[in-house]
């Protein structure tokens, strides 16, 4: 599985570690409907360092209870559990407290070959002991290469975010994934069974005091592995589904398409139902540099004219924006913006993208909008962002040497021909021009060498310099068509 153009951007979080105390307390049993209460407990999972505690219970989801882990194995659990209470009463009792009638936790970290118990009992928020209490024993591991677990809870869905102390994640530079290398691959060990997909986060946006947002960023992962699937599928007539893309045991995936940057590697837990598990694994934090530009990218960049069949011309600037792998286009009709493209190394070419280029632009009636990047084709149709992220048009190389617009859009049958690509306002569900001076084309249209070397002129156009000294004025409403390029 290589996503080559999602790097979902969402929040982190660290799991606090159990503590190992033989906290407790005794107090009286009160009377009634909470006596009846009887706790069940089980361990599985078992490693060196950690392992899976599964606790229930008959009575109700708001009856609370509290789950003691001690290495005290030979006091009796009654004077244990005084004793925990007792602590317990003397902080913030009442978020102690455990309210899920199933509930499943990963013990971490445990120490080797040690022998734990683990107690679950019945307490109010008065501190009052109820019910049957469970009680469970179970010995660690001397190492973590003893064993994997019985690995029959893959498929289960924990009701906290907890780090699996089974996976190490790593960055691991080169590397070779389903027989290709790469030069940014991210690996992971696995000691366990359990179903992750590896994901990538810029660092700065690892915040580890939000567990919420983790789980969003795994069903986020889920919905974007099903679209991609749907597309797939669709495309090379295949039937794969999202346990097709999940790793087992150990695994590596490529992130060739990583800007530079900082970064955090993510290993997400999802089940093969399609759930966010809890469980997760991050990487410590790895710097992607940028390449140094190669030649043929280089001989992209500058000062150009973009003439059209409609004898409509733009005098634009190709100027770099990760070195090797995307540029910026300024001036297209004259405005503005930046148009970001998608360099290939491997092709020399640069695809244009359907893409927002500024948010939150303040037009010269005081409206907000954003301004998009859509494609226009030969019936005098519209495409929008609705679309997705469809290709407008391609650039590549001649055999002459020159650069050109090779071709707009696609090639495949059913497929709208697109003449041009333009920029559009976009407010309040609506698109309106921005302007008429579109170079659009039937055929190769070359980028020719722009005869002066003013990048200011260049950019905005000197017929149009004025004119974008003041906000840009909203023109005529668009109607867009819809077309599924997916299919």
């Not at 973590?144 to 893959?154: I, T």
């Not at 994901?199 to 983790?214: I, K």
Request: aromatic share 10%; hydrophobic share 35%; proline share 3%.
């Amino acid at each position: 599985m290589n996503l080559m153009k999602n790097i979902l951007r969402l929040a982190m979080v660290a799991f606090a570690a159990i503590a190992l105390s033989a906290c407790e307390k005794g107090s009286e049993s009160g009377g009634g409907e909470k006596d009846a209460v009887v706790f069940a407990a089980d361990v599985d999972n078992i490693t060196a360092t950690s392992a899976k505690i599964k606790v229930s219970h008959n009575g109700k989801t708001a009856d609370s209870w509290y789950g003691l882990l001690t290495t005290d194995v030979t006091t009796r659990e009654s004077q244990l559990i005084e004793e925990c209470v007792a602590t317990l009463q003397e902080g913030d009792l009442d978020s102690q407290l455990i309210f899920n009638k199933n509930y499943t936790k990963i013990l971490t970290p445990l120490s080797p070959n040690t022998t734990y118990k683990y107690i679950a009992f019945g307490l109010t928020e008065d501190g009052v002991v109820y019910g049957e209490h469970a009680v469970v024993e179970f010995t660690t591991l001397s190492s973590n290469g003893d064993g994997e677990g019985d690995g029959d809870g893959e498929d289960e869905v924990y009701d906290n975010m907890l780090p699996n102390p089974a996976w190490s994640i790593a960055y691991t530079g080169v590397g070779t994934v389903n027989g290709t290398e790469y030069k940014h691959t991210v690996t992971v060990n696995s000691t366990d069974n359990n179903p992750y997909i590896i994901s990538v986060v810029y660092a700065r946006e690892y915040d580890p005091s939000n567990p919420s947002q983790l789980r969003e960023f795994g069903e986020q992962l889920i919905d974007s592995l099903t679209a991609y699937l749907e597309s797939h599928n669709a495309a090379y007539g295949a039937s794969l589904t999202l346990n097709d893309m999940l790793f087992r045991g150990n695994g590596i995936d490529a992130f060739d398409h990583l800007d530079p940057g900082y970064y955090i590697a993510l290993a997400m837990g999802i089940t093969s139902k399609g759930e966010v598990s809890g469980l997760y694994a991050v990487s410590q934090t790895f710097h992607i540099e940028e390449e140094a530009p190669t030649a043929l990218y280089s001989s992209w960049l500058g000062d150009w004219v973009f003439k059209g069949d409609n004898n409509i011309s733009n005098n634009v600037v190709i100027g770099r924006k990760v070195a090797n792998k995307s540029i910026n286009l300024m001036g297209l009709q004259g405005l503005p913006f930046a148009v970001a493209g998608e360099y290939s190394t491997a092709r020399n070419d640069v695809i244009f993208y359907a893409q927002v280029v500024a948010q939150n632009y303040e037009f010269s009636d005081g409206s907000v909008g954003d301004i998009h990047l859509v494609g226009l084709n030969d019936a005098g149709k519209h495409y929008g962002l609705d679309n997705g992220n469809y290709g407008i048009a391609i650039a590549g190389v001649l055999e002459n040497g020159k650069r050109a617009i090779v071709r707009y859009g696609l090639n495949d049958p059913g497929y709208p021909k697109l003449v041009a690509m333009m920029l559009v306002a976009y407010q309040g569900g609506q698109y309106y021009t921005l302007s008429d001076e579109i170079p659009s084309f039937n055929g190769i249209a070359e980028l020719a060498p722009a005869e002066t070397t003013s990048s200011t002129k260049l950019m905005l156009g000197t017929s149009r310099l004025s004119a974008l000294q003041q906000p840009l004025r909203l023109g005529k409403k668009i109607e867009t068509a819809h077309f599924d390029f997916n299919r």
